[in-house]
Nanobody, 119 residues
């Protein structure tokens, strides 16, 4: 089982940028499909972006296309989410998640990192 730990959240003004990191340990992260989810207060957890095991394919939620970029560095067992032009509606707890090739769902989760976009 892989263990995940997010970092990089914080308070930023609208239009600003943040980069989230997710460090994986326990098993080689390259064995996993990785993703970022987010959950705003009172709302369901939703997919923000996901990336293939080799970084060769990415998928984004419509609301973040053109603003967010997911990337991975398998040598460092780390996944990143670069967030630009942040909006107040991006405010949420962001979670890193992992899914093995044999699993139908994401079964490894980090503890989450808070992102607040406010002036």
């Amino acid at each position: 089982q892989v263990q995940l730990e997010e970092s990089g959240g914080g308070l930023v003004q609208p239009g600003g940028s943040l980069r989230l990191s997710c460090a994986a340990s326990g098993r080689t992260s390259s064995a996993y499909f990785m993703a970022w989810f987010r959950q705003a207060p009172g709302k369901d957890r939703t997919l923000v972006a996901r990336i293939g095991r080799n970084g060769d394919s990415t998928v984004y939620a419509e609301s973040v296309k053109g603003r967010f970029t997911i990337a991975r560095d398998n040598a460092r067992n780390t996944v990143y989410l670069q967030m630009n032009n942040l909006k107040p509606e991006d405010t949420a707890v962001y979670y890193c998640a992992a899914r093995s090739a044999l699993s139908l769902s994401y079964d490894g989760w980090g503890q989450g990192t808070q992102v607040t976009v406010s002036s």
